[in-house]
């Protein structure tokens, strides 16, 4: 069976990271055949790279080189590897500081033949990382029986487009050449280097409310190489990396569990008796006070009228509020009505350290600042 989707290897100037992605690449494991291999290279004036990807023997289909004459820089040549959906149809995107695990073709395959048509898919994500964007704290997406849930988060470690998605997309990039300054995202995106695609796509993934779908395993992780965006190499960026084959169980996406772009659960006005579009979740405490709504939800203590409260013992964190366990960490405000005083900055990090961590030690402290250091000085997108 022939496969539907075309591999886009992205590189640069790091030949054994080349090798590497590509030997991984070879060493999977697939249930089709002629996979279309597409190596793009930029220029950055070493034929080291370029060789690399000429000698590699593509043991699944066909292998083409694109070998950019001028410098594009990382936004523009993945934009041209987007573009490529409209001559395969749909495209895989692997820059070459990642690996694959052994069935991540398969996963791939899955997930596009259930959701590639779904308007309010924009992708699929290869990766699933255990963090959330400007928060130290460890991410627990809900399980409900499937392998994928969806998050408003356009992923940049391995991600899969079809001529539909990349589409809408790219009309909607041509029409914003900078961002609008009135989309809630996180203030990590928007401070993402000019040279990143991925802060548009993410933004317009908010404002068109659509989602990427995600594996609760990850088929991809990234060596952290140094590269344009990150000076030195590091192991802080490696995944979990699925290892095994597995008939994958995907949701209708109305069905499926979701998250917005900062991790916080989507779908709870139901359940609190509220309307959904009057509703914010802010339940790590991370959005800016302006795109607060009539309700807000947040374990934070802010100087609103109370309306109910929850506990927060139970993971993830929205499962005190599914199961209804009485508290009084997690709050539901009504932000119509001024009254009280808010917390303290510093009592809710500590809470949160509890929540996240466990038992606070040292350990956890400097676990903890390290991950503000890595937050404050910058990230590989």
């Known amino acids: 069976m022939r496969g539907s989707i075309a591999l886009v290897v992205v590189g640069y100037n790091r030949p054994k990271s080349m090798r590497r992605i590509l030997d991984s690449l070879n060493r999977a494991q697939y249930d089709y055949t002629e996979i279309p291999l597409v190596i793009s290279i930029d220029n950055s004036g070493d034929d080291s790279v370029r060789k690399e990807a000429e000698s590699f023997q593509w043991k699944h289909g066909e292998k083409r080189l694109i070998c950019h004459k001028e410098r594009m820089g990382l936004r523009k040549h993945i934009i041209s590897c987007g573009d490529l959906t409209e001559e395969y149809g749909a495209v895989m995107i692997l820059e070459d500081d990642l690996y694959v695990s052994p069935d991540y073709y398969n996963y791939a395959v899955k997930a596009l033949e259930k959701y590639g ?3 309010k898919i924009a992708g699929i994500s290869l990766n699933t990382k255990r963090e959330l964007l400007e928060s130290p704290y460890p991410f627990f997406p809900r399980h ?11 992923s940049s470690w391995g991600q899969v487009w079809n001529r539909r998605m990349w589409t809408d997309f790219k009309k909607w990039y ?24 991925a802060k548009f796509y993410q933004t317009y ?4 409310d659509k989602y990427y779908v995600f594996s609760y395993d990850s088929l991809t992780t990234n060596f952290g190489d140094a590269g344009e965006h990150f000076n030195h190499n590091s192991s802080a960026f490696q995944s979990v990396l699925f290892y095994g084959k597995k008939d994958y169980r995907m949701p209708e996406f109305e069905d499926g569990v979701k998250y917005d772009i900062f991790g ?6 139901e359940v609190l008796g509220v309307p959904e579009e009057e ?7 991370r959005k800016q006070p302006e795109a607060y709504r009539r309700y807000l939800l947040t374990c934070v203590r802010k100087p609103y009228q109370l309306i109910c409260q929850y506990s927060m013992c139970m993971k993830p964190m929205e499962l005190n509020i599914l199961e209804k366990i009485p508290g009084q960490d997690i709050t539901l405000y009504d932000t119509s009505v001024h009254e009280g005083n808010a917390e303290s900055a510093q009592k809710s990090k ?11 030690n040292g350990r956890d402290l400097l676990r903890w600042g390290l991950q503000k250091m890595k937050q404050k000085f910058g990230k590989k997108r």
């Open 205 to 208: 993934v908010v404002e068109q």
């Open 350 to 360: 500590i809470r949160y350290l509890e929540y996240g961590y466990g038992i606070i």
């Open 279 to 285: 509703l914010t979740c802010d339940l790590w405490g």
């Open 264 to 269: 916080e659960p989507v779908g709870l006005g």
């Open 117 to 119: 048509d779904h308007p």
């Open 144 to 154: 409900t029986g499937y392998d994928v849930y969806f998050q408003q988060f356009a």
């Open 174 to 197: 041509d029409q914003h050449p900078t961002l609008p300054w009135n989309v809630n995202v996180p203030l990590t995106v928007l401070n993402y280097p000019d040279t990143s695609w």
